[in-house]
T-cell receptor
Framework: EAGVAQSPRYKIIEKRQSVAFWCNPISGHATLYWYQQILGQGPKLLIQFQNNGVVDDSQLPKDRFSAERLKGVDSTLKIQPAKLEDSAVYLC?????????????FGPGTRLTVT | KNEVEQSPQNLTAQEGEFITINCSYSVGISALHWLQQHPGGGIVSLFMLSSGKKKHGRLIATINIQEKHSSLHITASHPRDSAVYICAVGGGYGGSQGNLIFGKGTKLSVKP
């Protein structure tokens, strides 16, 4: 079974530039999560999708971050414009259902550096 | 105060030692997860607990729902166990209850 795929693995941009990350979840997983993990911290949820609908985006900085999962499969997360404090690892995860008793499967992450 | 607190933040052990990592939480939960994160970022799920104790190889996880506390134990530690161990809790099904709240992690280094 293929795992969660993410690209790119690394990205370096200057502040005020834009960047996009891509995630392809495990086949059949209806729930998809995007997390931001700042160095030394645990992951913080940015947005949760159930199929192609948004379940929770309460911690997504909507003035600069956007995400979509148009066909209910793969997803993109965009930052525009980037700030220095956006430097972090962006993790995508998927699970069978929006239930915390289900295992979440994580992708390798995208390490973003904003200079 | 964070909703999920882990201790210690950093832990250095000699190969073969018995290791304990603790997790305390302040919210009502239906599930607690222990996760392992190696350098490079990849996160792997180790255990999901709602009560009692689970064992997998040299790893043992326990949870006390009344005390809102969980422990992860590693017996006969090995340098390959060096990683960050993260505790995460969730409230159940649906909406934001289905989300996990993560601790900051415990960085374990096992010396040969």
């Amino acid at each position: 079974e293929a795992g969660v795929a993410q690209s790119p693995r690394y990205k370096i941009i200057e502040k005020r530039q834009s960047v996009a990350f891509w995630c392809n979840p495990i086949s059949g997983h209806a729930t998809l999560y995007w997390y931001q993990q700042i160095l030394g911290q645990g992951p913080k949820l940015l947005i949760q999708f159930q199929n192609n609908g948004v379940v929770d985006d309460s911690q997504l900085p909507k003035d600069r971050f956007s995400a979509e999962r148009l066909k209910g499969v793969d997803s993109t997360l965009k930052i525009q414009p980037a700030k220095l404090e956006d430097s972090a690892v962006y993790l995508c995860a998927s699970s069978l259902a929006p239930d915390s008793s289900y295992e979440q499967y994580f992708g390798p992450g995208t390490r973003l550096t904003v200079t | 105060k964070n909703e999920v607190e882990q201790s210690p933040q950093n832990l250095t052990a000699q190969e073969g030692e018995f290791i304990t990592i603790n997790c305390s939480y302040s919210v009502g939960i239906s599930a607690l997860h222990w996760l392992q994160q190696h350098p490079g970022g990849g996160i792997v799920s180790l255990f999901m607990l709602s009560s009692g104790k689970k064992k997998h190889g040299r790893l043992i996880a326990t949870i006390n729902i009344q005390e809102k506390h969980s422990s992860l134990h590693i017996t006969a530690s090995h340098p390959r166990d060096s990683a960050v161990y993260i505790c995460a809790v969730g409230g159940g099904y649906g909406g934001s209850q289905g989300n996990l709240i993560f601790g900051k992690g415990t960085k374990l280094s096992v010396k040969p």
